[in-house]
């Protein structure tokens, strides 16, 4: 949300706790509803160029991601919009160097591939979905081997970015609108 009003976009952020949002800004609306309904979704997303969710899945509940993703394909379709960035990756979630981590991380890799299933069926939209990178134990030490990025895929191909800076290199992607039709684009 910051990303976008610095670069003076027009943002209406859909929110299930409205007083959360500290953020006051000329071209920011607030309004609550739940990316888990794709009426509010379909609601409050009409009439604008790209649709950009973000959820972060949970190792308690990693499914409830899945549900998440299908509830905002579905309501940006039926707004009628066909630009629609998903940020999936548990970005507050610090990655720790144990087995213990890897095995607990493992339901969540499993949610967001199956929403990048979900990504990969639509035929109508031009999506692009961040999400974290597979985990891989040394089988020597045990220690997992960190990649410190994610995956960044598109409805034509698979990048990986750092985790660093994410925000400002989607939104450099969100505002070249040619991007969205062609995605022939080099990352640096």
């Given at each position: 949300?910051?990303?976008?009003?610095?670069?003076?976009?027009?943002?209406?952020?859909?929110?299930?706790?409205?007083?959360?949002?500290?953020?006051?800004?000329?071209?920011?609306?607030?309004?609550?509803?739940?990316?888990?309904?794709?009426?509010?979704?379909?609601?409050?997303?009409?009439?604008?160029?790209?649709?950009?969710?973000v959820n972060e899945p949970i190792p308690s509940n990693p499914l409830e991601h899945v549900k998440a993703v299908q509830s905002v394909i579905d309501g940006t379709k039926k707004a009628g919009i066909n630009n629609l960035l998903v940020i999936g990756h548990p970005i507050?979630?610090?990655?720790?160097?144990?087995?213990?981590?890897?095995?607990?991380?493992?339901?969540?890799?499993?949610?967001?591939?199956?929403?990048?299933?979900?990504?990969?069926?639509?035929?109508?939209?031009?999506?692009?979905?961040?999400?974290?990178?597979?985990?891989?134990?040394?089988?020597?030490?045990?220690?997992?081997?960190?990649?410190?990025?994610?995956?960044?895929?598109?409805?034509?191909?698979?990048?990986?970015?750092?985790?660093?800076?994410?925000?400002?290199?989607?939104?450099?992607?969100?505002?070249?609108?040619?991007?969205?039709?062609?995605?022939?684009?080099?990352?640096?």
């Amino acid at each position: 949300m910051n990303e976008a009003l610095k670069r003076r976009a027009k943002v209406t952020a859909i929110v299930y706790d409205v007083n959360k949002v500290m953020t006051k800004h000329a071209n920011l609306e607030v309004t609550w509803g739940h990316m888990m309904n794709s009426d509010d979704v379909q609601n409050y997303v009409r009439g604008h160029d790209v649709v950009v969710g973000v959820n972060e899945p949970i190792p308690s509940n990693p499914l409830e991601h899945v549900k998440a993703v299908q509830s905002v394909i579905d309501g940006t379709k039926k707004a009628g919009i066909n630009n629609l960035l998903v940020i999936g990756h548990p970005i507050h979630k610090p990655i720790e160097n144990t087995i213990e981590f890897y095995d607990s991380w493992k339901p969540i890799i499993k949610a967001q591939n199956e929403a990048l299933r979900l990504f990969q069926r639509e035929g109508c939209l031009k999506w692009y979905y961040v999400r974290s990178a597979e985990l891989q134990p040394d089988p020597n030490t045990g220690k997992l081997n960190q990649p410190g990025n994610m995956l960044f895929t598109t409805h034509k191909k698979e990048y990986t970015i750092p985790i660093t800076n994410y925000s400002s290199f989607l939104f450099d992607i969100v505002e070249k609108k040619s991007l969205f039709y062609k995605a022939e684009f080099e990352l640096v």
